[in-house]
């Protein structure tokens, strides 16, 4: 926060559009929006947040806290594709600007029609035809509504504690940050080149029960798992732990006593 107010300090007259996070992508951890949202009466910036992921913690009770302060965003990106469970490619934006917006991206023409006949979505995201993205996820909302979701947000995150857990007690795998919400970020004890975290994630998809993709956190190569499916339950997390047990057994256990 002070490293922020320090460079609106010595840029000003400039401007600014600051990028809050909520949910980062290694380990769903993020900003004080709240803080950064009151930075706004000092300093005229465009604050806009990616809540990819980390948007769905307003859903629950036991999470919406680290949302606190979104409210000051002048815009919101979401994602559709993980925690609202459709299919890709699908997101939603929110923006307290709408005029700014249609202004940015209209395509003058008047084939196009105008706003008379209701409300005309044609001039906000920056691509004119589009696939009907919004139904799944309109659907999916009536379908599950915020209890649903929250359930699922709940359910994913206490699933990705467990895991963590299991991680932190193995001896074999190290946590690298606590599980905040549905992001485990860990690596292997004892073989830290990314390499190594390559062999050893090549050798889990190997095995065939769990896909995880590699990271690079703190200048640590790592692993992340990131739970977001629905139907992901207590016996799946079992699976994967198996998995990683069996592959590190494998490959560097025998390397290790070498
Ligand atoms: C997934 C993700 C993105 C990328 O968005 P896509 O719409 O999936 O391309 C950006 N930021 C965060 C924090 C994400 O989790």
């Not at 004080?32 to 000092?42: N, P």
């Not at 993980?82 to 307290?96: G, H």
């Not at 485990?184 to 090549?202: D, H, K, P, R, Y």
């Not at 977001?228 to 069996?246: C, F, G, H, K, P």
């Amino acid at each position: 926060m002070e490293a922020l107010e320090n460079y609106f300090q010595s840029h000003s007259g400039e401007t600014f559009i600051v990028v809050g996070n909520a949910g980062t992508v290694n380990t769903a951890d993020f900003d004080d929006l709240e803080k950064i949202g009151q930075l706004k009466e000092k300093y005229p910036f465009w604050l806009h947040v990616d809540a990819a992921f980390g948007g769905f913690a307003a859903c629950s009770p036991l999470y919406a806290y680290y949302v606190q302060g979104l409210n000051y965003a002048d815009s919101i990106t979401m994602d559709a594709h993980k925690w609202l469970n459709v299919p890709y490619d699908a997101a939603m934006q929110f923006t307290r600007h709408p005029q700014l917006q249609a202004e940015v991206f209209h395509n003058q023409s008047t084939y196009l029609g105008s706003a008379d006949a209701g409300f005309n979505f044609i001039p906000y995201p920056p691509e004119n035809s589009r696939r009907f993205r919004a139904l799944p996820a309109w659907v999916s909302l009536l379908a599950y509504g915020r209890e649903g979701y929250r359930d699922i947000v709940e359910r994913n995150s206490q699933l990705a504690q467990q895991f963590g857990q299991q991680i932190e007690q193995s001896g074999k795998f190290r946590l690298l940050a606590s599980v905040k919400m549905n992001v485990v970020c860990f690596t292997i004890n004892g073989s830290t080149t990314t390499g190594q975290v390559g062999e050893f994630l090549a050798a889990l998809r190997e095995d065939g029960r769990v896909f995880m993709t590699p990271t690079v956190y703190k200048g640590i190569p790592a692993i992340r798992a990131a739970i977001s499916n629905w139907q992901t339950e207590e016996r799946d997390v079992m699976i994967a732990l198996e998995a990683l047990n069996r592959v590190y057994d494998r490959m560097i256990q025998p390397a290790i006593t070498q």
